[in-house]
């Protein structure tokens, strides 16, 4: 794909590049945007990036983004969170499952720029900044709940939102509500029993 | 994936006049070049694959309407805004209350992921998981009109028994529209030519010589709320979902029950099927066979006969039509044995 020259004359790869590194202090670019356009503008294309501001992590990012990325791509690629795994990539496997606004989704499936102002969390932003894990990852720790663990990150947040939802109240029910999370490995009982301790802890905090 | 204008439109005035055009009646959405987008959980899954190609999405999800995303209940009815999402109607205990078919098909729809993101206008809107539609490279007549159906003599095992034509075998694979469909819903559409109530029945459309027209919807139409009617059977009412795995799978079959009870005589039956037909698909014949009848065993198993009398199975799908049998005739039983 050339690269397409932003008005700021930055070019979209060195934009991108910067946007990993120096993201939470980046301005918003004066980019060709649909939505940020005045209405006298002319009219959108539809390769021109679009601006969409975001909360992730409790940091805001400011990113210029072609409209067809999904929130995942924005976030692996865009800015560097490669903790959220791309799986299978059409809403079927759970690997790529953040929080947005504390609600469970699915990223793969969400076109970045529809989460203007949204608050996402990814499993980077799950543990304390001293390095003590949340406490859905201690659980996963503690009973082994993973071999390879390339779905683990979705299984984690994925668990957290079965929590907070009041979904987790039986055995029954943590693998009715968490069956959007494949484990190739089969980890599952260990799976549930992580998250049986999780929301005991998290109940008693 | 085909790139893309991305917009914002503020109010459904707004979203129905940027969809406007002048042929809107002869497109169907699912072919415009503009279209809406809500959850996205099917769409941006099909236009990865490149099965829809818009130019152009209009994202719903800041209209500011606040009745599009309330659950309103009163004596008699059930609203449902259409940007209401499935985690949210599935988790409402006043509706698993009164209507505990519409709870139970949306819990047991997809995952807790999809249901956080998918609304319900969209659920009821999705377009079918055929194999064959979903890769471009095959023909498929409802994705490409005229090309052909790969899945009349391919692998059919997932497809639809009932409703089907020379065209087109492919599933309607929701729950929530099976429960809607019995419970004699309505959809309240908004377009530029005007505001409309449509019974839920109309909505969808069987695919006959043209199946890529699926819906009754103009491109420029948009669904603003679907509602329910709270009758002497809705808290009798049951929806029981057959699958390959027990959970986060398509139904092979399904069945959507809602009963009015005289003691053990059944007064009146709402029946729909799901995972056997091209359409959320009443099944009249089977209410009739129970109207009046004392609902045992044998009445559920005349009724579920009934239900299947005109289906038409293709190599691998046959099993659909005992499990379908089994399914209601289960269905039936569960339902007569709840607290009306």
Known sequence: ??????????????????????AAAMPLVNS????????????????DLSAVSMRINKQTYNLALDNRTSLLDALRDHVGLTGTKKGCDHGQCGACTVLIDGKRVLSCLSFAVMNQGREITTVEGLASTDGELHPVQQAFVDHDAFQCG????GQIMSAIGCINEGHAGSEDDIREYMSGNLCRCAAYPNIVAAIVQARDEIRRA | ????????????????????????????????????????????????????????LLDLNTLAEPALRQIRINDDTIRF?????????????????????????????????????????????????????????????????????????????????????DACIATYHGDFAQALVALDATVEIEGPRGRRTLAFAKLHKRP??????ETDLAADELITAIEVRLERWSSRSRYLKIRD????????ASAAVALDMDGETVR????????????????????????????????????????????????HNAFKIPLGKRTLVRALLETRDMKG
Not at chain 2, 9 to 32: C, N, Q
Request: net charge positive; proline share 7%; hydrophobic share 40%.
């Open chain 1, 1 to 22: 794909m050339p690269d397409a020259k932003m008005s700021s004359g930055l070019s979209r790869r060195m934009f991108m590049t910067a946007s990993v590194s120096a």
């Open chain 2, 268 to 315: 009146s039956a709402r029946i729909a099927l799901g995972g056997v037909a091209t359409v959320p698909w009443r099944a009249r014949e089977a209410e009739d066979a129970l109207q009046g009848k004392v609902l045992d065993e044998a009445a559920a198993q005349e009724a579920a006969e009934a239900a299947f009398a005109d289906a038409r199975p293709r190599e």
């Open chain 1, 150 to 153: 390339y779905c683990t990150p």
């Open chain 1, 32 to 47: 060709p945007t649909r939505a940020a356009q005045p209405a006298s503008a002319k009219p959108a294309e539809p390769r």
């Open chain 2, 208 to 213: 006959g010589d043209t199946p890529d027209i």
């Open chain 2, 1 to 56: 994936m085909r790139p893309f204008v991305y917009e914002r439109p503020t109010s459904v005035s707004a979203a129905i006049a940027m969809a406007s055009r002048v042929d809107a009646v002869r497109v169907p959405p699912t072919g415009a070049d503009t279209q809406f987008i809500a959850g996205g959980t099917n769409l941006a899954d099909y236009m990865k694959l490149g099965v829809a190609q818009p130019d152009r």
């Open chain 2, 81 to 165: 805004g259409a940007l209401v999402r499935m985690g949210e109607a599935a988790d409402n205990v006043d509706v698993r209350r009164r209507c505990p078919a519409l709870a139970d098909s949306l819990k047991f729809a997809a995952s807790g992921q999809l249901r956080n993101m998918a609304s319900l206008g969209g659920n009821v809107l999705q377009r079918t998981r055929c194999e064959y539609f979903r890769e471009i490279s095959w023909p498929c007549n409802k994705r490409e009109p005229g090309s052909g159906c790969a899945a009349m003599e391919g692998s059919n095992r997932q497809h639809a028994v009932l409703g089907t034509s």
């Open chain 2, 245 to 252: 795995r027990e959970s986060y799978a398509f139904a092979l």
